[in-house]
């Protein structure tokens, strides 16, 4: 069969084509307008900004021969913005038009009752009524969704009821997760990011033939409603620091309190040997394996050279993503680089870089911080220059994590400086009792403070474009006395966007009351998991125990 990939140029197509080698198929890339002619199954990957795709597919003389390949009947498949291009039109880009395939609007998510962008694991209702014996998705699955803009379920409207084949419900919206008509299917959620589920509806949809493909037939929906409850899954998150141990070998470390290396044995020895605590692909293999709902990579020693010469970091996303079908996130030396041969290189270049290894999101540390201070400086007016802006602008903003990592200031309880109006107390009978402190941020692997509260921080990456708040806590972070969640709240509060919650997981009751304390949606952990004490399994059971909404195997 002739299947063709179509790849605009942005955003990490490369999971999708690792997830159809994976599943024995052969394909070619779309390269030039001819290529729709000899294409007889097309998928468009779509990843990223609504504008960008639309501008891409256009300058490239593709978007035409896009229209027409799909106005000729031949099976199409779109995913993500390979779904949201066949729409009318996006808020995101007003001004934009799409394909007009399905004649009306995407648009962005109303974030009054919930977090924007929409990020995980997710489940669909199927409207086809009677379900059909061999539809390729799978109402008890969940996919992974990661996205800001949707099209919204109306079935009042001709072409919504017409076109939805499935529904998902995010906070009190219902949206189109996936639509099916004649030759096209569409899902707005991943299938190449979303483990067995996602493979099988792969294979399930590339084991058709291509008659039925093209020919989907029309079928009886029913309307969906509101549910009191939504699907949407807490992420359990396996994080991976990686950096050279002194004999040049790449390796998953862990620190206590960010200090990787063992403790002296001698009082003579100056610094231990790293901490190795195994191959970054193969611990990556495990925990995709053990239901980790994404994974994280985050290169501890970046600051020391450009990331473009660091090559084995790109090879580590590169192999990570040919054996893991889960979201990934790449971290450290995200930013603009100058070679030592002088030549440069923008944030967006590096990010780039690590999208087309595999990568889905990136995650910036120290340049978030920078950005911030130029920011206020600027009397909170964003220039567009900062990697946050640009990488978002390109990829969107659900690819773009900020990581943080600050450290408690403890301050006199009648303290009157700066960051007073963020200064937390320590609750009566607890620990911390009697103590006060604000939270403040750090660069360079927390070996530098800055003049930045955590709250100025995260609020100032939001304004420029960040879709998601990883944070740690260099207190903390491999200490195992569980998540600092008064962090945690304060840092919640502050944000509209989805937050990580990291560092001193020790436990599974740590994640359960995580949970249970705080609206993250998102729990991360290293050093419980790379030294076997808990499971991500056991982490998943507690929280069914206590009814939350997970993704299990
Ligand atoms: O500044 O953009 O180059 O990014 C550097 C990145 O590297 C940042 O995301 C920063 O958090 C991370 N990083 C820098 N130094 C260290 C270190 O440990 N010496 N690791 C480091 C941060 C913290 C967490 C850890 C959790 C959970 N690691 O990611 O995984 O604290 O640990 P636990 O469950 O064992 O407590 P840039």
Same mark, same amino acid.
């Given at each position: 069969m &002739?299947?063709?990939?179509?790849? %605009?140029?942005?955003g990490?197509?490369?999971?999708l084509?690792?997830?159809?080698k ?6 070619q890339w779309?390269?030039?307008p ?5 294409a007889?199954?097309l998928?468009f990957p779509?990843?990223?900004?609504f504008?960008? +795709?639309?501008e891409?597919?256009h300058?490239r ?7 027409? !390949?799909i106005r000729?009947?031949?099976?199409y498949?779109g995913i993500?913005i ?6 009318e039109?996006s808020t995101e880009?007003p001004g934009?038009k799409g394909l ?9 998510? @109303?974030s009054?009752?919930k977090?924007?962008p929409?990020i995980g694991w ?6 086809d009524d009677p ?5 390729? =998705? ?5 996919? %992974?969704f990661?996205?800001? %803009?949707?099209?919204?379920y109306d079935?009042t409207?001709?072409a ?13 919206e219902?949206?189109? =997760?996936?639509?099916?008509?004649n030759?096209?299917?569409?899902v707005q959620f ?6 067995s ?10 084991n058709?033939?291509?008659f039925?493909?093209s020919h989907?037939?029309?079928t ?10 939504h $699907?949407?899954t807490?992420r ?7 950096? *050279?141990?002194d004999? &040049?070998?790449?390796v998953?470390?862990k620190? @206590?309190? %960010?200090?990787?290396?063992?403790k002296p044995?001698h009082a003579?020895d ?10 970054p692909?193969a611990l990556?293999?495990r925990?995709?394996?053990?239901? =980790?709902d ?5 290169n ?5 050279h450009s990331?473009l010469?660091?090559?084995p970091?790109v090879?580590?996303v590169?192999?990570a ?6 979201p990934?996130t790449i971290?450290?030396g995200i930013?603009?680089?100058?070679d030592?041969?002088?030549t440069?290189?923008t944030?967006l270049e ?6 087309r ?8 540390g120290?340049? +978030?911080?920078?950005?911030v201070e130029r920011l206020? =400086? ?8 900062s990697?946050?802006?640009t990488i978002?602008?390109? !990829?969107?903003k659900?690819?773009v994590?900020?990581?943080?990592d600050?450290?408690?200031v403890y301050?006199?309880?009648? !303290? @009157?400086?700066?960051f ?5 107390? &320590?609750k009566?009978g607890g620990?911390?009792? $009697? ?8 660069v360079?692997c927390g070996?530098?403070n ?7 921080l995260?609020? &100032?990456?939001q304004?420029?474009?960040?879709g998601?708040i990883l944070l740690?806590?260099i207190?903390?972070?491999g *200490?195992?006395a569980g998540?600092d ?5 304060l840092?919640k509060?502050?944000v509209?966007i ?5 560092s001193?997981?020790g436990?599974t009751a ?7 304390k705080?609206?993250?949606e998102?729990a991360?952990?290293?050093g419980i998991?790379?030294?076997?004490e808990?499971?991500?399994?056991e982490?998943?059971?507690?929280l069914r125990?206590?009814?939350m909404?997970?993704?299990v195997l």
């Amino acid at each position: 069969m &002739g299947l063709f990939l179509l790849d %605009y140029g942005a955003g990490n197509v490369q999971s999708l084509a690792n997830s159809i080698k994976k599943l024995g198929h052969d394909f070619q890339w779309v390269t030039s307008p001819d290529d729709f002619h000899k294409a007889t199954i097309l998928i468009f990957p779509g990843v990223g900004a609504f504008q960008t +795709a639309i501008e891409h597919l256009h300058s490239r003389g593709l978007l035409e021969p896009l229209r027409e !390949y799909i106005r000729s009947g031949k099976p199409y498949f779109g995913i993500c913005i390979g779904m949201q291009v066949l729409f009318e039109s996006s808020t995101e880009s007003p001004g934009t038009k799409g394909l007009g395939v399905i004649p009306y609007p995407i648009e962005k998510f @109303d974030s009054s009752d919930k977090s924007v962008p929409h990020i995980g694991w997710n489940s669909i209702q199927i409207l086809d009524d009677p379900p059909l014996p061999n539809d390729v =998705a799978d109402e008890q699955a969940y996919y %992974y969704f990661i996205h800001s %803009y949707r099209a919204k379920y109306d079935p009042t409207f001709h072409a919504s009821a017409e076109w939805a084949h499935s529904v998902t419900q995010y906070g009190q919206e219902l949206f189109v =997760a996936s639509v099916r008509r004649n030759n096209v299917f569409a899902v707005q959620f991943h299938p190449e990011k979303s483990g067995s589920a996602g493979l099988s509806l792969l294979s399930k949809w590339l084991n058709k033939s291509e008659f039925e493909l093209s020919h989907n037939p029309d079928t009886t929906r029913k309307i969906a409603r509101l549910e009191p409850r939504h $699907g949407l899954t807490k992420r359990i998150i396996a994080c991976m620091d990686v950096r *050279t141990n002194d004999q &040049g070998d790449l390796v998953v470390t862990k620190g @206590d309190q %960010y200090d990787v290396r063992e403790k002296p044995t001698h009082a003579t020895d100056t610094a231990g040997a790293v901490r190795n605590l195994g191959k970054p692909v193969a611990l990556a293999a495990r925990y995709a394996a053990a239901g =980790a709902d994404e994974l994280c990579f985050l290169n501890i020693t970046s600051f020391r050279h450009s990331p473009l010469n660091d090559q084995p970091m790109v090879a580590v996303v590169l192999v990570a993503s040919q054996e893991v079908f889960v979201p990934l996130t790449i971290g450290g030396g995200i930013k603009d680089t100058v070679d030592l041969d002088g030549t440069k290189h923008t944030a967006l270049e590096v990010a780039g870089l690590y999208f087309r290894a595999g990568a889905d999101k990136v995650s910036i540390g120290s340049e +978030a911080v920078y950005a911030v201070e130029r920011l206020r =400086a600027n009397g909170n007016r964003p220039d567009g220059t900062s990697a946050i802006e640009t990488i978002s602008f390109v !990829y969107g903003k659900q690819a773009v994590v900020v990581s943080v990592d600050p450290r408690r200031v403890y301050v006199e309880p009648e !303290y @009157d400086g700066p960051f007073k109006s963020e200064v937390v107390s &320590g609750k009566p009978g607890g620990s911390d009792e $009697g103590k006060a402190w604000w939270y403040q941020c750090t660069v360079s692997c927390g070996r530098e403070n800055r003049q930045l509260s955590v709250v100025q921080l995260v609020q &100032g990456v939001q304004l420029l474009g960040a879709g998601e708040i990883l944070l740690n806590s260099i207190d903390r972070d491999g *200490t195992g006395a569980g998540f600092d969640l008064d962090l945690t709240n304060l840092v919640k509060n502050a944000v509209q966007i989805p937050v990580i919650a990291s560092s001193g997981a020790g436990a599974t009751a740590h994640f359960t009351e995580v949970f249970v304390k705080t609206d993250v949606e998102a729990a991360l952990a290293a050093g419980i998991f790379h030294r076997g004490e808990v499971t991500i399994g056991e982490v998943k059971s507690a929280l069914r125990e206590s009814d939350m909404c997970v993704r299990v195997l």
